[in-house]
């Protein structure tokens, strides 16, 4: 009897650590290395479906019937059709942009363009991206426009980009710190990440958390304000008509 009670306590003090466990073992273990889940559904073939993000990139998961094992990545049907990105499209939520502006302002940037600018965009930059330097190239005739360009410095690309973000935020001349970086891609540079001072680490790896709370895990990666001064965003380079309409359009 006393081995019984025993047996049922030992189960009650169970309980709690048990309800923790909000997915299925195969799930939590991808829960545990990173991947935010945001959303569960049915999906075809009689497996469960997970939508969520990793490192701010977009993924889907499906759980087998067994409740063992799970698939990473891509679901097609017989036409090909990629059931995946419908998956994220109908259930990832888009994130919350609401006080994202006031979070950019708040982070550490390089400013391009004219101080007192009527309009304002910021870009994920890191040094080692030659998209960045592409954009970079392209947004240089629009700054005229009374447009402002600021530059959040991040780096996630190679383990030089750390370094170099950090002695662009700690220059007295971080512009012209950005254009030799630039005029060095894509060689690469020496300076190690050891020898980056612990201040200006903070400043970068901080950028590095804002860019992954974005859900944006590529740069560029560019935030700006649409005519009725709603938070937009475009993830990787923009094209030569979304700079021109959207992101650098003249400032009302």
């Known amino acids: 009897m006393l081995r019984h009670i025993l047996k049922v306590v030992s189960l009650l003090f169970l309980l709690p650590s048990m309800a923790l466990a909000a997915y299925p073992d195969a799930v939590q273990v991808l829960v545990d290395e990173g991947l935010k889940v945001e959303a569960s559904f049915d999906a075809p073939g009689g497996v469960k479906g997970f939508v969520g993000r990793r490192n701010g990139h977009p993924v889907s ?54 101080g007192d600018a009527k309009r304002i965009v910021y870009a994920f930059t890191d040094a080692n991206c030659g998209y960045c330097l592409i954009f970079r190239e392209k947004a240089q005739r629009y700054l005229e426009r009374g447009i402002e360009l600021r530059h959040v410095m991040v780096g996630i690309i190679q383990p030089s980009s750390l370094a170099k973000a950090a002695s662009v935020l700690g220059a007295d001349d971080p512009v012209s710190k950005l254009d ?8 690469d540079w020496l300076e190690s990440e050891e020898n980056v001072p612990p201040e200006l680490r903070k400043l970068v790896q901080s950028n590095n958390r804002l860019m ?32 021109s309409e959207a992101v650098f359009r003249h400032p009302e």
């Open 61 to 114: 998961v499906y759980l087998m019937p067994d409740g063992e094992h799970v698939v990473v990545g891509r679901m097609v049907d017989g036409f090909g059709q990629d059931l995946s990105a419908e998956h994220i499209r109908n259930h990832l939520p888009t994130p919350d942009l609401s006080g994202a502006w006031q979070k950019l302002a708040d982070a550490a940037w390089v400013s391009e363009g004219p």
């Open 180 to 187: 030799f970086h630039d005029s060095q891609f894509p060689r």
């Open 212 to 243: 992954e709370s974005l859900a944006v895990a590529v740069t560029p990666s560019v935030f700006y304000k649409d005519p009725d001064g709603d938070i937009r965003k475009i993830i990787g380079l923009p094209d030569d008509s979304a700079l």
